[in-house]
């Protein structure tokens, strides 16, 4: 009975390790082997040396963290496709962090996007290429989807 129990806990621990919380559950994410701290001060970093990631004028979301979940969010311009793209991290262990795609917005002012959810397969597929290669490879080399 007792390493039944052993058994049935251990799997639950396991596959919920593996399940994103309830918010934000159809986000793209990315574990990253860098502290959650390390990993928003290297994003800050690139943000300042790259402006042209940075909201159109006029745009304003807060980034930071803003709300009860903990997370830090981040938004991400991309002039040539004229959208915006939420972001957010989050603290998995002290050396390692997530890093995922929320939804995506058109500058055309319409409704946030869910990725994984409200895009088409290649829209999301599109989507997540240039959040890997233009963000996230940018800001570290030691990431994997997950």
Not at 56 to 73: A, N, Q, R, S
Not at 112 to 118: G, H, L, P, R, T
């Amino acid at each position: 009975m007792n390493s039944t129990v052993n058994v049935l806990l251990l799997s639950i621990i396991l596959v919920s390790c593996n399940v994103s919380p309830g918010v934000y559950s159809n986000a793209e994410c990315y574990n990253v082997k860098m502290s959650k701290d390390s990993l928003i001060k290297e994003v800050k970093l690139f943000k300042e040396k790259n402006a042209e990631f940075n909201l159109p004028e006029g745009v304003k979301f807060e980034e930071g963290i803003t709300d009860f979940t903990g997370l830090y969010y981040f938004y991400f311009y991309f002039e040539d496709v004229n959208v915006i793209l939420l972001s957010w991290i989050r603290e998995n262990t002290f050396e390692s962090s997530t890093f995922a795609i929320v939804s995506i917005q058109d500058c055309k002012g319409c409704m946030w996007k869910d990725v994984n959810d409200d895009l088409s397969k290649n829209e999301n597929e599109f989507y997540k290429e240039v959040f890997e290669n233009r963000i996230l490879s940018k800001v570290s080399s030691n990431w994997e989807k997950r």
